[in-house]
């Protein structure tokens, strides 16, 4: 691949994913898309956390991602969107994390606050444990696009670049996978 000449997102895609066959090639195409891509990314982010140092972190790791998950991307997509959506995504990320960050032990929910009595500590566990034993018996592509979403913090377009399935689809499954859990829960607290 010329690193002079100027390709087509697509082209690019399609070149990054053929690595097993020209990692060379392979390599170039990611460089003309972190070249083409990273300062526009950067700068997006920077003014979503007005922290550069953050943003660099982030953006990077976002090429990272790119790299990494090269073979589910959809050449007929635009990759100029996954990026800046994967972007936005770690962003808030970031700034969700902020936010928990600001907030007082005694007020936090995650079960392991200081002021949390023995009996408030059970109840987490045990509700916990309910949560996490309905979210195994879910079908197995419903449970892998709800752990992706949320426990990796993927985004809807990434679980369905990943699985190579539509953003509407997954979107389904989430909404399944929520009724079926609050379903599960309120069965438990009947009983």
Excluded at 80 to 85: A, E, I, S, W
Excluded at 129 to 141: G, R
């Amino acid at each position: 691949m010329d690193s002079e000449k100027k390709y087509s997102d697509k082209d690019l895609v399609a070149a990054m994913q053929a690595v097993r066959v020209k990692a060379d090639s392979a390599i170039k195409a990611f460089e003309q898309i972190f070249h083409k891509y990273y300062p526009m990314l950067r700068n997006f982010i920077a003014g979503l956390l007005k922290n550069p140092a953050e943003a660099e972190d982030i953006a990077q790791n976002c090429f990272m991602k790119l790299w990494f998950n090269r073979c589910y991307l959809n050449p007929e997509q635009s990759l100029k969107n996954y990026l800046f959506v994967m972007a936005r995504n770690e962003a808030f990320n970031v700034l969700r994390s902020r936010r928990l960050q600001n907030v007082p032990l005694s007020v936090r929910h995650d079960g392991f606050s200081p002021l949390c009595s023995v009996d408030d500590w059970l109840n987490f566990s045990e509700t916990n444990a309910i949560l996490q034993n309905n979210i195994e018996m879910l079908p197995p592509q419903r449970r892998a696009i709800f752990k992706m979403s949320r426990y990796i913090h993927m985004s809807n377009m990434e679980i369905a670049v990943k699985l190579n399935i539509s953003v509407r689809t997954v979107e389904k499954h989430i909404e399944l996978a929520l009724r079926d859990l609050r379903k599960g829960m309120d069965v438990h607290k009947v009983n």
